[in-house]
């Protein structure tokens, strides 16, 4: 039996076997051809499930949980052997094991065998670097899971009679579920209770495009969002046996995206590959073709440059900090959804929050003495018939504002049956009950909302005067910085619940009042010192706004919502609906559409925007955002949009939240500087030597120098480090410019070190060292080729090198920003025993010789003068990006209209821009013209998912229907078979074959 046009589906009648839920198998109970659940009388459902509209029992309860199981779809795991091996699998690893290949295969001849202690060092680099990471990431991973628990969904259920709250995971076929407004549905169900239009949004689920309105009897799927209405539902399907369980496993393969720091890893990877290849052919034309080498000595020169080039620790580096960041976050009270969105939360320019509950105490206070009536009815009986119209059970911010005003809620509804209630939803903006008085059977009903909410369905006793007055009263409260609450009444003369009344009477308005956080202002003053722009968003009147905004020193040019459609006020200044979005302290009387549609013009504009958010009409706009912030208490719809959540409530969180961020980005900018730095300073120096002197330093060192560097930067990780005083966000540009001015100067400081040495006899005349001679290419060490000179070489690259961070890692002179306690210990101990290897060492396969005390003496004053221009370097470049970030923060936080400079210049960063997208256009983004560069980086990213998946909490596809309409080049595959289909019912399988039917590069197999 097909589901009907509509989407519904007939109920229809079936033999209940006795017992069925102890008696059938999981398989039978979910063979649509036998049992089908969506679609049994309400009856035999609970026949078939063994339960009652009061719930299960407790015995009842572990059974089924052996039987069926968590409600929750397990990952599936990798082996950690294949998971360690991954770990070797990626760009830069592929380098490295090039260079194990030269080293043992192509380092041949001249009557030498192959270079065997090149090739165990360059395994065992790799294999310490691979251990390191799989420790870490498991360890970091483990943080972050744990860190997820607090935020594990959770179900109103009705068990025994009662109702409570529990796991989500515990729920199990049979119990009775509660869902409201903002709720995710737990688990596949049927409706038995519906309170008012009950409205879903499954678009997630089965890509429908509006939301869908369910009736008793109807289906609705775990993972659906309640966008309108309360309702209860018997649970029939959980894990595995929801639409989304079974369709989930029906997709072949993984379809992770790309995430941001994937792609940042294979744009620096690249760079340094392409450095390498660049370095490596112009050496290959200039030794064999210019100096006619040996083949085996210009093997061992490339070696050098294949092993000093790479970093192979920056994937390692960069995820681990990013993970013990989230963690750092999590004592801030705000836990991280999805670790990557940290690298956002520090590029956030402009930040759009609510006002009720961020900016406010969201403690709702009624003013008695300033309540308006415009009836016979007095004070406290406008608050009682208010209070009737309120839930009783799980009340929001006003209802529970208006019962404490009244008293005890136990009265309420004493002498009074209800009939009907219609909970308050933003399009209506109001609630609505209909009850029967127990004394004389008269029906009535009371709508309580907005104040033009309640005029516009008022009819009865209405006048222009009454109009003219409540409108006054409305304005006079919102100077005042109160809500207005209006309350009408009506008679149902026909007795019945959905009979027509005589006509809605305004009877009263009540003033609320929500009071300032304490700390909001000094936030705000906070927020704008960071160059973080606060936008007010709110639903209340422009007057309220305005009055907060004043309140809270944020300001007062603020405008209606309709001003989105309508354009600029004449008087405004403003040029374009951008300009003013852009310059305006916030927006009144919005609605969820016109927050989408401000974030996704400020988007459009260049900047990087945090939304905050509670409920579910919040969802679409904190999905859109760069960083989605779910506040205290927000609804389960707004917590699964948002990729932040608080747990503690104010905007004083964010703000610690966004510091915290760019200390974490910081670390890894330091890092990424530093070791694309290194690279260049390893291909330029070394390179220059050869093509200068002919110099040929040994490839074995050159791993000594990576193993110590990269023990040392783990620590990195850990460091202490200022937040950044603007926004940050991967300007590759600016990394690699950095990167490019130290390299060459670090290099710089080995060349003219090393012709300082050779060419002149400064050093053999001030401290009595040997002066090295030149050899003819016959000799054991042709040319200025030295075991002393490679002691003396490996330890000036070694110090200066790695004495870098301490330049990168600091915003002011290197000495006024103290590192962290390990990072100072690593660093120490690395270059001792660096110090001793170039004083002591005497190794014969490596043409190594102790150059003594005195010469390492030399090296490192050599050092420490070099060392100390590195600041001037660093503030020159600083002075040049710094200023454009500078001018940015100042337009974005000026509230003049922009001038045509500035609009010019704001155009030129949109297409020059190279920050992170929204997680929703990530997501959705299925453009086919990807520039051949993109491409390149993408599918270099996806080597380094090894490195980024333990920072995914949240395995569940966020958009089933949009993996199913695929729309990039990739086909999906299907794994179909006739017993797994047989366990959707006929309304999921409607909705899936709508999906599959849509698509024609679909394989599947096994049918």
């Not at 909302?449 to 008022?458: E, F, V």
């Not at 027509?500 to 304490?518: E, Q, S």
């Not at 003219?752 to 009595?768: E, P, S, Y």
């Not at 003496?857 to 003068?865: A, K, T």
Request: glycine share 8%; hydrophobic share 40%; proline share 4%.
């Amino acid at each position: 039996m097909a589901p009907e046009a509509n989407g519904k589906n007939r109920s229809t009648s079936v033999d209940i076997p006795e017992q069925a839920v102890k008696n059938l198998t999981v398989e039978e109970m979910y063979d649509k051809e036998k049992y089908d659940l969506s679609t049994m009388k309400e009856g035999d459902v609970f026949k078939m499930l063994d339960t009652t509209r009061d719930g299960l029992k407790d015995d009842q309860i572990n059974e089924r949980l052996e039987k069926f199981g968590h409600n929750r779809l397990d990952q599936k795991t990798q082996s950690p052997i294949i998971q360690f091996l991954l770990f070797m699998w990626n760009p830069l690893s592929w380098v490295m094991e090039a260079a194990a290949i030269v080293a043992i295969a192509v380092s041949n001849g001249g009557g030498r065998e192959p270079d065997w202690e090149d090739f165990v060092g360059i395994i065992l680099l790799l294999l310490v670097n691979s251990i390191i990471g799989f420790i870490e990431q498991r360890n970091a991973g483990n943080a972050v899971k744990e860190l997820m628990k607090s935020l594990a969904p959770e179900a109103k259920v009705k068990r025994n009679g009662q109702w409570k709250t529990i796991d989500a995971s515990e729920l199990v076929p049979g119990d009775i579920i509660g869902v409201k407004l903002g709720d995710i549905v737990p688990a596949d169900g049927r409706l038995i209770v519906a309170q008012g239009e009950v409205s879903m949004d499954q678009a997630a689920l089965t890509g429908e495009s509006l939301p869908t309105t369910k009736s008793v009897g109807d289906e609705i799927f775990s993972g659906s969002t309640c966008k309108q209405g309360e309702a209860e539902a018997v649970v029939i399907g959980t894990g595995l046996n929801t639409f989304f369980g079974r369709a989930a496993k029906l997709v072949g393969g993984a379809h992770d995206e790309i995430g941001h720091l994937q792609t940042i890893l294979a744009k620096i990877g690249n760079f340094c590959i392409i450095a390498i290849a660049i370095f490596i052919i112009a050496e290959i034309f200039v030794m064999y073709v210019g100096f006619h080498y040996e083949y085996r000595r210009g093997i061992n020169n490339i070696l050098v440059l294949l092993i000093g080039g790479i970093p192979i620790a920056m994937p390692t580096v960069l995820s681990v900090t990013l993970a013990i960041g989230a963690k750092q976050l999590s004592e801030h009270k705000a836990i991280v959804t999805h670790v990557t969105a940290i690298e956002e939360l520090a590029a956030v320019t402009i930040l759009c929050s609510d006002k009720t509950g961020t900016l406010t105490l969201n403690k709702l206070v009624i003013d008695k003495e300033s309540i308006k009536k415009y009836s016979d009815i007095e004070s406290d009986g406008i608050i009682y018939h208010a209070a009737i119209a309120s839930r009783i059970d799980h009340p929001d911010a006003i209802d529970a504002c208006v019962m404490s005003t009244y008293g005890d809620k136990n009265k309420i509804r004493e002498g009074i049956e209800e009939l009907n209630f219609k909970p308050f939803n933003p399009t209506d903006k109001r609630t609505e009950i209909t009850y029967k008085q127990t004394k004389d059977g008269s029906v009535h009903r009371i709508s309580k909302g907005m104040s033009h909410a309640i005029l516009d369905l008022c009819t009865r006793d209405k006048t222009d005067e009454q109009i003219k007055q409540l409108n006054t009263d409305v304005d006079e409260f919102a100077k005042r910085g109160l809500r207005a609450l209006a309350v009408a009444i009506e008679d149902v003369s026909d007795g019945q619940k959905d009979g027509k009344g005589n006509g809605f009477k305004l009877i009263g308005l009540l003033p609320i009042f929500d009071p300032p956080r304490d700390d909001t202002k000094e936030t705000i003053e906070r927020a704008l010192q960071l160059g973080v722009k606060v936008k007010m968003l709110t639903g209340d009147q422009l007057a309220i706004a305005k009055e907060t905004g004043r309140r809270l020193g944020m300001g007062d040019n603020m405008f209606e919502a309709k001003t989105l459609k309508e354009g600029p006020p004449a008087d405004s200044g403003y040029k374009d609906i951008d300009d003013l979005i852009l310059h305006a302290d916030g927006f009144a009387g919005v609605y969820p559409e016109h927050k989408y549609e401000i974030v996704e013009r400020l988007q459009k504009m260049g900047h990087l925007i945090g939304m905050t958010g509670d409920g579910v009409n919040d969802a679409p706009a904190l999905s859109k955002a760069n960083v989605g912030v779910a506040v205290a208490d927000a609804s389960d719809a707004a917590r699964s949009a948002a990729d932040i959540v608080l747990t503690k409530p104010g905007l004083s969180v964010i703000i610690e939240a966004i510091l915290g961020s760019r200390q974490i980005f910081q670390r890894m900018r330091n890092y990424a500087i530093y070791t694309c730095s290194i690279t260049i300073r390893v291909l330029l120096g070394f390179s220059v030597l050869i093509f200068a002197f002919r110099f040929d330093f040994p490839s074995f060192m050159v791993l000594i120098l990576a193993i110590l560097n990269d023990g040392t930067i783990l620590t990195i990780s850990k460091d202490r480090v200022k937040p950044s005083q603007y926004p940050n966000s991967w300007h590759l540009s600016e990394i690699f410019t950095y990167a490019i001015v130290y390299g060459t100067y670090l290099a710089a400081s080995t060349v003219i070190f090393f012709t300082v040495i050779v060419k002149t006899t400064f050093f053999q005349d001030k401290f009595g060292v040997q002066q090295f001679q030149y050899h003819h290419h016959s000799h054991t060490f042709p040319g200025w080729n030295n075991p002393i000179l490679n002691s003396i070489i490996y330890l000036q690259v070694s110090t200066i090198s790695q004495a870098l961070i301490f330049i990168t890692r600091s915003h002011s002179f290197f000495f006024r920003e103290r590192p962290s306690i390990l990072l100072v210990i690593a660093f120490i101990i690395a270059q001792l025993i660096a110090t001793f290897i170039a004083v002591y060492a005497k190794w014969s396969f490596t043409q190594i010789h102790g150059c003594g005390w005195t010469w390492a003496g030399i090296v490192w004053v050599w050092n420490l003068i070099w060392f100390f221009p590195l600041d001037l370097l660093k503030f020159s470049l600083r002075a040049y990006f710094d200023r454009q970030q500078k001018e940015t923060v100042e337009e974005t936080l000026a509230k003049e209209p922009s001038t045509d400079n500035q609009r010019l210049r704001r155009q030129t960063t949109v297409l020059s821009m190279s920050g992170p997208p929204s997680r929703l256009s990530r997501m959705m983004s299925a453009d086919p013209k990807t520039s051949r560069r993109g491409t390149f980086a993408e599918i270099a990213a996806r080597y380094y998912a090894p490195h980024t998946r333990h920072l995914s909490t949240s395995h569940r596809f966020r958009n089933f229907a949009g993996v199913l309409n695929n729309t990039t080049n990739t086909p999906l595959s299907f794994s179909i078979n006739a017993p797994e289909l047989q366990r959707f019912s006929l309304v999921q399988a409607h909705h899936a074959s709508k999906l599959l039917n849509a698509k024609n590069d679909i394989t599947t197999t096994g049918v």
